[in-house]
């Protein structure tokens, strides 16, 4: 057990750190914001991806060969840290980086690699993803939306829920039927498909938050090149596990966890300075407790993550126990939530713009936010099934 | 950076719950209940397996190892239900090799590393807090001595121990301090105390002006950080127990839930159970992230040791309490009778969840360091 870094990686910090402060604008995260508007904040997002590519920083854990840096495993852990600690903006690519792009690496032809891997690097190719349907939730595997094989392509007709980020993206990885005559798990395949496509519908949903990072998607006689099959035909539904494992693990978790932390601090802080009856919130015994609570399970949430990883190191491949991690983070953070809107007591229902609000509503929003983490990538209730049954060993 | 055991430390607990589990059964648990609760051949087999030795220095016969090393060992007790005075005799050690002087450790180090000498320590009082800052018991200048007298509760298997460690504050500036006493001393008495776990034995022990010299001080003059050492490290132990009594309860309830047959089927087909289980089964992961940093941090005197304490002796007080209940729920109406003996688990945790500072308490002390760092930031 150790929990010094060596002097690389303390210089990989380093330099990362460095690059940052001159590539971030000046007050970044403390008086620079995001733009609030959401078509603006996406072509933002993607114009400081593109500046991290150019730094060399973007997609640090793929090989070199496909534009990546081949990063330890400590490294990302790293780089994940220091993001986050500079509230960096988190990117528009992200399911391009973190799911097609790990995905492909372990299941894509050379072919695939060579033709998308770069392009998800560069942003010059944003995606989405294309696996849930209105009947198709915690079921993913009873997804109904059919590639049928006409010629060298697969014709797909059927409709996709939550996409999220469909409205910017150039590709999508979708998980379609390709034989409805197979038990579901076994007639599903794993298809990319171009965004530009004739048949192809967007609508955006509002979200609780009122935001509209997801929408609906609509496929009509879409025709999808059969090389763009990742895998075997109906052999989709494992390649999507491993997608799925990426984004459970404490690769994902750990920068979230800094950005919960920064966000814990600021919460104790305005506890600090909110007056309530004369006094201070943070004076107040029984809010004392419930904030302390979340101090130790945020602080938690990272030595779960640095476990899980050093677990990772020894050869240990991802599998059911990033459900684990998964299913702590994302009950704990929304207790805190929870907690931030006990701190704000009376001023709790001021919203975001309120000249009143406290933080300017950022804890509003958060709490708003912070109902969607236990439902996605895979609902509480499933990681449970997980755990229980891959885990634990208990009977189907 | 590296949040791991290493495999010989790996293989250390295996040679642990090996020899438990073959030879420690909840039988033998409730056979304790009779008598002074003392198990001769389970102390000299831990000792022979060199589990006293481990905190003592190689210079007074020991291993010369640390909390990192004892984290799953003393998990391993938890589970197994071990009772009292082996950890205690543990944690006391670290308090001796840390801060005796030079006669005191050349005095009990090598008798605890042999496994013949019990040590525990006595710190809790019938009408304080959880704090240190709340121990009344007073040391008065008595000659070139002291004089102390005062009342010490819940202190495990006083009648046995061959030294107490006392927690007591000095004359008139009330400076905290151990006292290195055992309880055969004239002025010392002892009351078997009615307790919460059967299978303990905690008395309350009674000083009335019990004479004691210099070299009776752990380290010659009172030292309110080997009391405050005494106190994380003890709080850490007990982290370290009930993340193992969890642990086991955990393991029965998933062995009864896939063998108990209901409604045509094992009850651990139910999503009922399995969620329940897989709730359990998170919280001891985080509960063992919490105990083994803890482990660390004690190890390393780390800067956080205090936090590290705090967070591990909270999160694991709550895990406990919520694996012990859920896994009697499990278990229906054979969990509830004595026979079954899941309610030695319970009252251990329960038991472990109010020594040396309950879960508020702790949290306390959490909010407190994280408010201080953020006042150090700004």
Known sequence: MDFAYSAEDLKFRDDLRRWLTANLPAGWGRTVFEPKDEDERARFRLDWEKKLFKGGWNGIAWPKQYGGRGATLIEQGIFAEEMARARAPEGLNIIGRNLTGSTLLHHGTEAQKQRFLPKILSGEEVWCQGFSEPNAGSDLASVKCQAARDGDHFVVNGQKIWTSFAQYAQWCILLARTDPSLPKHKGISFLLVDMKTPGITIRPLRQISGESEFNESFFDDVRVPAQNLVGELNGGWKIAMTTLAYERGPEDALGRQIRFKLELDQLLETASTLKRGGKAAIDDPVLRQKLAKSVVEIELMRLNCLRSFSKSLKGEPPGPSASMLKLYWSHVTQSMYETALETLGPLAPLGEGDSLSPADGRFQLSFLQSRAFTIYSGSSEIQRNIIAERVLGLPK | ?378
């Open chain 2, 1 to 378: 950076m590296d949040f791991d055991f290493s495999s010989e430390q790996y293989m250390f607990r295996e040679s642990i719950r090996g020899f438990l589990e073959e030879s420690y059964d909840l039988k033998k648990v409730s056979a304790l209940m009779a008598g002074e609760g003392r198990d001769p051949r389970l102390w000299s087999k831990l000792a022979e397996l060199g589990c006293f030795s481990m905190l003592v220095p190689e210079e007074h016969g020991g291993l010369g190892l640390s909390f990192v090393d004892l984290a799953l060992v003393i998990e391993e007790f938890g589970r197994a239900l071990v009772p009292a005075p082996v950890v205690e005799t543990i944690v006391s050690t670290d308090a001796v090799a840390r801060f005796g002087t030079e006669a005191q450790k050349a005095q009990l180090l090598p008798s605890i590393a042999e496994g013949k000498l019990t040590m525990v320590p006595a710190i809790a009082e019938a009408e304080a807090g959880f704090s240190p800052d709340d121990i009344a018991m007073t040391a008065e200048v008595a000659g070139n001595g002291w004089s102390v007298s005062g009342r010490k509760i819940l202190v495990p298997h006083a009648k046995t121990a061959d030294v107490l460690l006392v927690a007591t504050r000095f004359g008139t500036d009330g400076k905290l301090g151990l006292v290195l006493c055992e309880p055969s001393r004239s002025g010392v008495s002892l009351r078997r105390h009615e307790a919460f776990d059967p299978a303990g034995r905690f008395y309350e022990v009674s000083f009335d002006r019990v004479r004691i010299v210099r070299d009776e001080i752990l380290g010659g003059d009172p030292s309110g950080r080997s009391v405050e050492r005494l106190l994380d490290a003890s709080g850490a132990a007990a982290a370290m127990l009930m993340t193992g009594v969890a642990g086991k309860m955990l393991d029965r309830s998933i062995d009864y839930a896939a063998q108990r047959i209901q409604f045509d089927k094992p009850i651990g087909s139910f999503q009922a159970i399995k969620h329940k289980c897989a709730d359990m089964a998170v919280a001891i992961e985080a509960s063992q992230s919490a105990a083994y940093y803890a482990a660390w941090a004690l190890a390393e005197e780390a800067p956080e040791l205090t936090k590290a304490v705090s967070i591990a002796k909270s999160f694991c007080g709550d895990t406990a309490r919520q694996v012990c209940n859920e896994g009697i729920q499990i278990h229906g109406g054979i969990g509830f009778t004595w026979e079954l003996g899941l309610h030695l688990y319970l009252r251990r945790a329960k038991v472990l969840e109010y020594s040396y500072g309950d879960a508020a308490y702790h949290r306390e002390r959490v909010l407190a360091s994280a408010l201080a760092e953020i006042q150090r930031r700004a």
